[in-house]
């Protein structure tokens, strides 16, 4: 979850990031502490024997956690594979070939079987609903391709653009917003104009510009250096610029001193919003992008008209701070969630009435909601669970999803209708709109992030990179999740 200044969530990674630079600077050399100490050399050496022996003693604690953990995992995918319609032998395969080495050829087996495995929800849905599988070198057919690094402190929110050759943008705490390029993996632009943590970025629905809300209370639009493609536009080519024009307040630094990639800084928004008395943590363009919402810690959200920056409605009725806001990709509606345990449906599209809906499900701090096809809204909170939501009722939810762990931004694939489910865990796990678990990202010391992930955007443009990801470890991680064609029944 975004943050600025102490965010719930992010205090005890700080708390360990902090504690651990304090335990760097403190970690001298025997040499340095002789030097230094006044204790007699005999007294320094015994404590340096028994120091040496706890470390140890740790080591060895650490190691022992680890694979305790590892079993665990293991546990949890059997149990998730036998939910899944998976028979108990092919499951229990893959276990006895973790916990001994003796059994390496079952768990050869049991890989090469999983492998080649289509991954089916166990019965389909009734009047036609669409059915997918997964296919890939994996169990779960997902593949970490691509690393974009460059922020210095977490990255709160990733957000992909439209057009037939999109970007990647990312908002973080190091008070920067960055334009990254798909194919090449690298930084295009870099926007400086906020005073506070970047907790949420989005691109306009068919313009260059880009919309940043940020812990200095305020939102900015900005325009892009970058050629974007606007919808149904054909461009000349499909190759980021390493460069572009020039805009007002911005200018070129070389990257790395390498003179043909060149990085584009814009210092200064178009617009500038005000009006909230506390930390934005998101903000989103409404359908047309001739207005936008943002949603902030003072409880309220405020929509905003593009052309005159004036407010045209504050939507007030949370009892406690907003954790984001997202707007429906064609309809004017908007859904807003909370600290409250609560979310709450905006429907602008009458511009005389607006209407609201309040959705109680959830038992903690409901930590986003996005829409999906269908007249859904996919609900995801810090109690552990997703549920899934027809905006027609919304007394009971139709499907409900519960995890090990927390639940941050999810997204919805609007081609597959794929959920993918960052958490706190450092997991991202995928189901389909019926509650059924359909794969889960790799998530190891080579491949996945190494703290909780914040948020996760999906790509349904291109086919070798359809998800990122990004977390509190500074990552923004690109996948690619092997979907095969959609059968229906």
């Known amino acids: 979850m975004p943050m600025e200044g102490n965010l719930k969530k992010g205090t005890k990674q700080r708390l360990s990031i902090r504690s651990s630079r304090l335990q760097e600077a403190d970690m001298r050399t025997p040499r340095m502490a002789e030097e230094e100490s006044i204790l007699p050399p005999e007294m320094r050496s015994k404590i340096w024997k028994l120091f040496r022996q706890i470390e140890r003693e740790l080591e060895g604690m650490y190691e022992e956690n680890i694979g305790l953990q590892q079993k665990v995992e293991i546990l949890t995918d059997k149990l998730d594979a036998i939910q899944s319609g998976k028979s108990f032998s092919e499951a229990g395969a893959s276990i006895d070939g973790a916990e001994s080495s003796s059994k390496l050829s079952v768990k050869s087996k049991a890989s090469s079987q999983l492998s080649q495995l289509i991954l089916k929800p166990k019965a389909k849905g009734a009047g036609g609903k669409t059915v997918f599988s997964f296919k890939g070198t994996s169990s ?137 008395t506390s930390v934005l943590i998101a903000a989103d363009w409404l359908a047309g992008g001739k207005q936008l919402v943002t949603a902030s810690w003072d409880r309220t959200a405020n929509l905003y008209d593009l052309e005159t920056s004036a407010v045209v409605h504050s939507l007030t009725g949370h009892d406690q701070e907003l954790t984001h806001a997202c707007a429906h990709p064609t309809q004017k509606m908007v859904v807003t969630s909370s600290m409250d345990t609560t979310f709450r449906l905006w429907d602008f599209r009458d511009p005389s009435i607006h209407s609201v809906n309040v959705f109680q499900g959830h038992t903690d701090s409901v930590t986003s909601a996005a829409f999906a096809s269908g007249d859904k809204v996919v609900s995801g909170s810090d109690d552990r669970t997703v549920k899934v939501w027809d905006l027609k009722n919304m007394r009971t939810p139709l499907a409900m999803i519960r995890t090990d762990s927390p639940v941050n931004r999810l997204s919805v694939s609007p081609t597959s209708n794929i959920m993918a489910i960052p958490q706190d865990n450092r997991n991202i796990r995928l189901y389909d709109l019926n509650g059924v678990r359909v794969g889960r990202l790799p998530r190891s010391n080579r491949q996945g992030h190494h703290r909780m992930v914040c948020c996760t955007a999906w790509n349904d443009e291109t086919a070798s990179c359809n998800l990122f990801s990004c977390g509190f470890d500074r990552q923004v991680l690109g996948w690619h999740v092997g979907m095969s064609q959609l059968v229906t029944s």
Request: with cysteine; proline share 5%.
């Open 140 to 276: 779960t057919g997902c593949q970490l391709m691509h690393h974009y690094n460059g922020h210095s402190d977490g990255v709160w929110e990733v957000s992909v653009s439209r057009g037939d050759a999109p970007l990647l943008a990312t908002a973080s705490a190091d008070r920067t917003a960055r334009l990254w390029c798909i194919e090449t993996h690298s930084c295009v632009l870099q926007y400086l104009g906020h005073l506070g943590s970047v907790n949420s970025v989005r691109f306009h629905p068919s313009e260059p510009l880009l919309l940043t809300a940020s812990g200095d209370n305020t939102a900015h639009v900005w325009k892009s250096n970058v050629s974007l493609p606007t919808i149904g536009q054909q461009p000349e080519s499909k190759s980021c610029p390493s460069s572009g024009d020039d805009l007002d307040g911005s200018d070129k630094e070389e990257i790395d001193g390498t003179e043909s990639e060149n990085i584009i800084y814009v210092k200064a928004p178009q617009v500038m919003l005000e009006g909230h």
